[in-house]
């Protein structure tokens, strides 16, 4: 928690506030048995009426003092633990937002996902834990035991003596529990990700009647996190009995030594009386601890996996800026090789450069670093060696609002959000309706008119449209905003061969100075293209217009000459 203090120091006022009530609340319990003791040993006896209604008042209102500074208190406690939550959670959010695509690599969406969420809630329940027991158990707990010793020491002494076995098993269980603890929310991860894979793909799934196996792979993990629940619910339930067990075998022997000695006449018989109650609140205390315990190694766990998150370094700092070369090309690659793992090269010493407005394709098979490329040029990772540059200068100077301005951008299997088609294309920028036509009508996505223009809706996902209808508005929404640079990833791989061409057609006329690179699977949705780039396995194979490569490159050869085949059996 340390870690965090920096969230609770604002509240550090409030919350000596809340604990001070919580002391009162404690002090004025304690005064109940005591008061009681006097009631019955002395005003009893003597029969005098009016201080017997003098203590029993005196008892109600203590009993009232203590109800009402707790309700106070731990509604304090849970306005001051709310807020330090909310802030922690705010500022984790945000960095989460801020990492970049490697740190986020290395996190895991999933991680991500229950640090944000249960996380969090653990390390609220132990602010409002420690706040709502952090005084109070102490204190009865002491001064339950200073009263006892007060009234009559050789039975407090017999019964304080039994309180180290129960410390032991609370160090026992928070020695024990704290990785299990750690391990249970790392298992959790696990449990999300297989969740979040499966719901994601659940049609895939159903498509190849994968459910069986789905099932499997759920129970394998569900049954991990089971184990690890098993284990740490094991060693956490020792304490409860153990220490009802202790304190009751205590209270029996009150029963047992008080009778004895106010039969020797070496205690009055209201003693017992309050030993009992003193004894009950000690219980209560010391099982109190002992959740605080449990809860601060749950909380502590979180808080570091919090902290870790928030902890994390600055990655792809924008660099100081450098004077611009001239007359540079719009894009330019300069021997950039990028590995993701450090493990072998994803890209290796790829050089090329594209002049304003013209088209780059990059065709290769699958995994040989065609969206690692756009990736580089995206700088969602920056590249071992070598640089990437934009009208000369290098992407790792220029601010990332100005960068990110620049592009326009249809990921690999990207999608749609719940909404209308004009929010999906509009996505959160200010652009006006003719900006939004304008680009529908390049992406000719003239499907729009028939399901009702630009306020239809579109369902979580685009689930009620089409693969081709989906991919129209995505390449809609990357040319609303007038792009510098276009970026298609293998997304007209669903529009049929003449949609596929129109849409060509309309961005040559109509998006004249803007940069496009493309990545596709068939030769005749780049064969137009200013560049081509044969990729195979992070290396450039071949390099040229489509007539070059007719001639140089034999795997693009064969690729072109199967595909048209493919095309005119199909026509
Ligand atoms: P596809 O046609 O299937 O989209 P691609 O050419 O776009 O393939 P890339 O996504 O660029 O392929 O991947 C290139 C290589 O980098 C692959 O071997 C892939 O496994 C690896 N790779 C991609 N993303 C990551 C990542 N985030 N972490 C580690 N390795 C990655
Ligand atoms: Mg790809």
């Known amino acids: 928690m340390t870690r965090l203090e920096r969230y609770i120091h604002p509240y550090w006022g409030f919350i000596f506030l809340t604990l001070l009530i919580k002391l009162l609340g404690a002090v004025t319990e304690l005064m109940i048995p005591w008061l009681m003791e006097i009631m019955l040993d002395e005003k009893v006896p003597a029969g005098d009426t009016a201080a017997i209604y003098l203590y029993g008042g005196l008892m109600l209102l203590c009993a009232l003092g203590c109800l009402g500074g707790n309700i106070l208190a ?22 989460l937002q801020h990492l970049s695509a490697r740190q986020m690599d290395e996190l895991t969406v999933p991680s991500a996902e229950s640090r944000l969420t249960s996380d969090t809630y653990n390390i609220n329940q132990l602010l409002a834990r420690l706040q709502r027991m952090g005084v109070r158990a102490p204190i009865l707990l002491v001064g339950g035991g200073a009263m006892m010793l007060a009234m009559d020491a050789t039975l407090a002494l017999v019964l304080l003596a039994l309180l180290p076995i129960i410390a032991l098993v609370v160090y026992f269980v928070t020695k024990t529990s704290i990785p299990l603890y750690t391990r249970q929310q790392t298992v959790l991860d696990k449990v999300v990700r297989t969740v979040q894979e499966n719901i994601t793909g659940i049609r895939l799934i159903k498509a190849l009647s994968k459910t069986d196996y789905e099932k499997q792979r ?34 029996t022997l009150v029963v047992l030594i008080g009778a004895y000695r106010v039969n020797s006449g070496a205690i009055r018989s209201g003693v017992i009386v309050a030993f009992l109650q003193y004894f009950t609140m ?19 766990a ?22 611009s070369e001239d007359k540079a090309p719009h894009i330019e690659f300069r021997d950039v090789s990028f590995s993701y793992t450090g493990i072998g090269k994803n890209i290796d010493c790829l050089s090329f450069s594209l002049k304003r407005g013209q088209t780059l394709g990059i065709l290769g098979p699958t995994g040989s670093g065609k969206s690692t490329i756009l990736n580089l040029l995206l700088r969602l990772y920056d590249p071992d060696s070598g640089t990437v540059l934009i009208d000369g200068q290098d992407i790792r100077t220029i601010p990332y609002e100005e960068l990110r ?23 959160f920028r200010e652009l006006d309706a003719d900006a939004l036509t304008r680009a529908a009508e390049a992406a000719q996505a003239s499907f729009i008119a028939e399901k009702g223009g630009m306020d239809a809706e579109v369902v979580v996902r685009g689930n009620n449209l089409s693969g081709g209808q989906k991919q129209r508005l995505l390449i809609a929404r990357a040319l609303a905003g007038d792009p510098e640079i276009l970026i298609l990833d293998d997304s007209s791989s669903a529009l049929d061969y003449q949609t596929d061409a129109k849409l060509r057609r309309a961005l040559r006329s109509g ?38 490569l007719m001639e140089t490159c034999e ?17």
């Open 218 to 251: 759920f129970h394998a993990v569900n049954g991990e996190l089971t184990q690890v629940d098993m284990k740490a619910g094991i060693v956490t339930a020792i304490t409860n009995p153990t220490a009802s067990l202790v304190l009751n075998l205590g209270l």
């Open 302 to 323: 979180s808080a570091n996996r919090v902290a870790d998150v928030l902890a994390t370094p600055e990655d792809l700092t924008v660099l100081p800026a450098e004077a």
């Open 74 to 95: 731990n509604r304090m406690s849970a306005i001051s633990s709310g807020r330090i939550t909310k802030a922690i959670r705010h500022d984790l959010f945000e960095r």
């Open 282 to 300: 000690i219980l209560n205390a010391m099982l109190g601890i002992t959740r605080i315990f449990v809860m601060w190694s749950k909380g502590e």
């Open 555 to 571: 795997e693009y050869r064969i690729i072109a000459q199967t595909q048209m085949g493919a095309e005119k059996e199909g026509a």
């Open 405 to 427: 301005k620049k592009f326009g951008v249809v990921f690999q299997n990207d999608f749609l959000t719940e909404g209308t088609v004009a929010d999906n294309i509009r996505f």
């Open 511 to 548: 998006y004249r100075d803007t940069t496009t690179v493309l990545v596709a699977q068939r030769v005749s949705s780049l064969r137009h293209a200013d560049l081509i780039l044969v990729l195979q396995d992070g290396c450039v194979i071949g390099a040229g217009s489509h007539d070059d």
